[in-house]
């Protein structure tokens, strides 16, 4: 079993920052990518933003520019780094891990998500 803890959301105004924090822990042999989700009510969860542990980055277009994600120092960790935050921003953010179970055996987690309200 894996576990995805987030933290850091919350509300905030519009033109603010916030930074939600991703740590996995439990049965992990290695990560190949993390990344962070959004969902409102009623929508498809979309893609905000993605890490391989190689580095490598991927942006959705709405937030290109203003969100960046990044790894921890601290194993197993993922942040993003969000600024100049619009209120269309407002949705659950989920942390999402694609993870080596064992050597070869690969599976998709979830963190239980994160409140994120930007006030105009």
């Known amino acids: 079993q894996v576990q995805l803890v987030e933290s850091g959301g919350g509300l905030v105004q519009a033109g603010g920052s916030l930074r939600l924090s991703c740590a996995a822990s439990?049965?992990?042999?290695?990560?190949?990518?993390m990344g962070w989700y959004r969902q409102a009510p009623g929508k498809q969860r979309e893609l905000v933003a993605s890490?391989?542990?190689?580095?490598?980055?991927n942006y959705a277009d709405s937030v290109k520019g203003r969100f960046t994600i990044s790894r921890g120092n601290a194993k197993n960790t993922v942040y993003l780094q969000m600024n100049s935050l619009k209120p269309e921003d407002t949705d659950v953010y989920y942390c999402?891990?694609?993870?080596?179970?064992?050597?070869?055996?690969?599976?998709?987690?979830w963190g239980q998500g994160t409140q994120v309200t930007v006030s105009s």
């Open positions: 999402n891990a694609d993870i080596n179970v064992l050597a070869g055996i690969r599976y998709t987690w």
């Open positions: 890490i391989t542990w190689g580095g490598s980055t």
């Open positions: 439990g049965s992990i042999f290695s990560i190949n990518a």
